[in-house]
């Protein structure tokens, strides 16, 4: 099997999946009784002339199919739709509110900067503490390293976030403990970043203000990342150092720091790789709580305030939400699976799977 | 020994006895000391959680839904841990002078918060900690069992006639693990559950546990399925099931009787693993609101007891600041995750032990 034809397949079956995935949020959130044209009118006090007229801006007036149908030829077009929260309509009866699309890319860069620098960190600390861990497999270092990582997998990362929350950010102010700021504009401006006035509107931005606002949410997210790769790397490094080439390497008189680095720890990578790959499902579950605690006006929680209107839900914001995460999610292990093809074929065909142990996000 | 009793060991002393793989796995574990502290306490949890509970609650003479308003002070902070609170439901009067509660009537009996009280509305910590740890505990234990049947179900199924079977669940299983299981289990929960939540089956189960198993349940089968679909493929093709239906067992007499004893080990580490991961995704699901509804409690929500809703979080003030209500669940829920994830390791060496450490 080519690598192309492997990538071809995964990219078709994602695909599937996809639509699978908004076919059955359109369905559902049809299926609920609670008609979306509350949104619009007042649904005590409406005529029901008003109400087909509300019904008829939304576009829920025709069939189920076609309502999906549109809805997906409009996707391809970039348009998502306008949001039901906040809209009203407009005497020519056309409806208009807050565009979907632009909203959810926001909130894509909110829980990208968290997950992405949280991700980062958990990397940079656990692919060495990994390493060091197995360069002396059940000393007493690789045995502290382990019990610390068992620790950090047992401990929800609701409570690292609501301790680090409490202590280090309201208690001793060492750090702000919510909302965000955004990198892009100058801290004069505030910016508008609410949604459902989830976050308060801190009137910040500016590099500065975004990273200090995020340090808490980054350590949360990278403490329960870290225990997981730390004890993964080991593994690996425990494997690969096993393989006869570093047997090899060693016998030419190669140092071993020099082994570990140029030899096992790069042929250790390409299964984490993968896995990382794998687990951008979990990181944005992990992320939901992150930034419920913290009050980030990211995906999670730009779902939860859609879901937890007071009329009804929001299906055009969740929709748009479960197809960008969807997307994020394929083309990242698509790449990702490209990478580990290009950097070590045999990866690829054996195809590295997580051990079945259930998760929790 | 008497001589009257003639057996082969007390004669020569060197005779092994064949040990059955269970027996085996069971010495092993005896030897493990952190698998055997962690049995002990999860013995202990559950006698604490389900007998415990409304004996505890006998003897303090409270329930944990019963509103102790002198549990509070004037500024609403809670009682801390270990204080004699007055028994009564009767809301003091402030005065606006000296900003003190009145003192409760005279001869009213105190009883006793051992972990103080859980917030503003002023109930006993201790108690709301064990009944929630029931709520949790059903819906981790009952969430793992419908998984375990679904799974072992479809994961036979899937190996033993592969073909279309094996390839819809395998494909779906990998395609759906790579997506937010918290996610989709919220937006689906958040629609479906409404319908459940008031499903008790005849008052045995508290509100929302049911829709909570199901939802659980219905993102974690993949993970049986695909240990017993692996294992039964390579079990097929040894030479006792090729016996087997030489002799003519029938299909489902061979997945009984010779196929399902091997399976047994794997699964039961991974319950043991899978218990501990959906006490943490409960306690996640009903943080965020999906969950539990109030006034049952469950460990999820008491995490939440200071941080408030997704939609009111709860501002901070340092006057009524109390770290314990945060830390006596974080602390439960880590010590159970921890006994989970001992015990299953434990398991998973006494049943294997050539396997990595």
């Known amino acids: 099997m080519t690598t192309l034809g492997y990538a071809l397949r995964r990219l078709g079956a994602s695909i599937v999946l996809l639509l699978l995935l908004t076919l059955l949020t359109f369905t559902l959130y049809r299926a609920i009784p609670a008609d979306p044209a509350g949104f619009l009118v007042d649904m005590q006090k409406a005529s029901p002339d008003q109400i087909a007229k509300a019904e008829k801006a939304l576009g829920v007036h025709t069939p189920l199919y076609e309502q999906y149908g549109r809805y997906l030829w409009r996707a391809l077009h970039g348009d998502l739709g306008i949001a039901y929260q906040g809209t009203s309509l407009t005497p020519d009866g056309g409806r208009v509110g807050k565009a979907v699309a632009p909203a959810v890319v926001r909130a894509a860069m909110v829980t990208g900067s968290l997950v992405l620098g949280g991700a980062l960190l958990a990397l940079l600390i656990s692919i060495p503490l990994g390493a060091i861990a197995a360069s002396r497999p059940r000393s007493m270092t690789d045995r502290t390293i382990l019990a610390v990582s068992l620790i950090g997998i047992c401990t929800h990362p609701l409570v690292v976030a609501l301790l680090l929350q409490q202590f280090p950010g309201n208690q001793w102010g060492l750090a702000p403990a919510h909302g965000y700021c955004s990198f892009f504009g100058t801290a004069g401006a505030p910016a508008k970043l609410d949604y459902l006035a989830l976050s308060q509107d801190l009137g910040c931005a500016g590099p500065t203000a975004w990273a200090s606002h995020l ?134 065909e054996s195809g590295l799977r997580r051990s079945a142990v259930g998760r929790v996000a | 020994m008497s001589a009257a009793a003639p057996t082969a060991t007390a004669q020569d002393g060197l005779e092994t006895r064949a040990q059955s793989p269970s027996r085996l796995a069971w010495r092993r574990l005896r030897h493990d000391r952190a698998a055997l502290v962690s049995g002990g306490f999860l013995v202990f949890l559950l006698l604490a959680v389900l007998p415990g509970a ?27 841990p270990w204080s004699s609170v007055p028994n009564t439901s009767q809301v003091p009067d402030i005065d606006p002078n000296t900003y003190t509660q009145s003192p409760p009537p005279a001869g009213t009996p105190r009883t006793l918060f051992v972990l103080g009280a859980d917030g503003t509305l002023g109930r006993d910590e201790l108690l709301r900690l064990l009944y929630g740890g029931r709520v949790s505990l059903t819906v981790a234990v ?59 089956v005849g008052g045995t189960l508290n509100r929302g546990v049911l829709s909570l198993i199901l939802l659980i349940g219905l993102f974690t089968w993949f993970y049986p399925a695909r240990i017993v679909r692996s294992l039964i493929l390579s079990l097929r093709a040894r030479e006792f099931v090729e016996a087997a239906e030489m002799i003519g067992s029938s299909d489902s007499k061979i997945m009984r009787t010779h196929l399902f004893p091997h399976v047994i080990p794997a699964l039961a580490v991974w319950s043991t693993l899978a218990v501990a991961t959906n006490i943490m995704l409960e306690a996640g699901i009903t943080f965020l609101g999906v969950g539990i509804k109030l006034p049952t409690t469950s460990w999820g929500s008491m995490l939440a007891a200071t941080w408030g809703t997704v939609l009111s979080p709860l501002p901070y003030n340092p006057t009524t600041f109390s770290p314990w209500l945060t830390i006596i669940p974080s602390l439960t829920i880590f010590v159970t995750v921890l006994a989970l994830t001992l015990f299953g390791e434990g398991l998973r060496e006494a049943f294997d032990p050539r396997g990595v450490r």
């Open chain 1, 215 to 348: 340090v808490l949410p980054w350590i949360t997210f990278a403490l329960f990342f870290l225990a997981i790769y730390t004890r993964l790397v080991r593994v690996r490094m425990i494997e690969v150092m096993d393989e006869p080439y570093i047997r090899t390497a060693a016998a030419k008189g190669m140092s071993r720091s020099r082994i570990v680095r140029h030899h096992a720890l790069r042929n250790a990578m390409s299964p984490v790789l993968t896995l990382v790959g794998m687990d951008i499902g979990l990181a944005l579950g992990i992320a939901l709580y992150v930034e419920s605690v913290y009050r980030l006006p990211g995906l999670g929680l730009t779902t939860l305030s859609a879901l937890n209107g007071d009329v009804g839900f929001d299906l055009p914001m969740i929709l748009g939400v479960v197809l960008v995460i969807g997307i994020v999610i394929i083309v990242a292990n698509l790449v990702i699976d490209l990478v580990v093809a290009w950097m070590d074929p045999r990866a690829a």
């Open chain 2, 142 to 200: 009952g969430a793992t069992l419908l998984a375990l049947l679904i799974g072992t179900t479809l994961g036979t199924l899937a190996a033993f006639f592969g073909g279309w079977v094996d390839s819809v669940v395998s494909r779906f299983t990998d395609l759906v693990m790579a997506f937010p299981v918290l996610l989709l289990a919220i937006v689906l929960g958040s629609t479906v559950s409404k319908n459940l939540d008031d499903v008790t």
């Open chain 2, 54 to 80: 409304p004996l505890l609650g006998k003897a303090l003479g409270h329930g944990p839904n019963d509103l102790f308003p002198y549990a509070v002070d004037v500024s609403l902070k809670p009682v801390g």
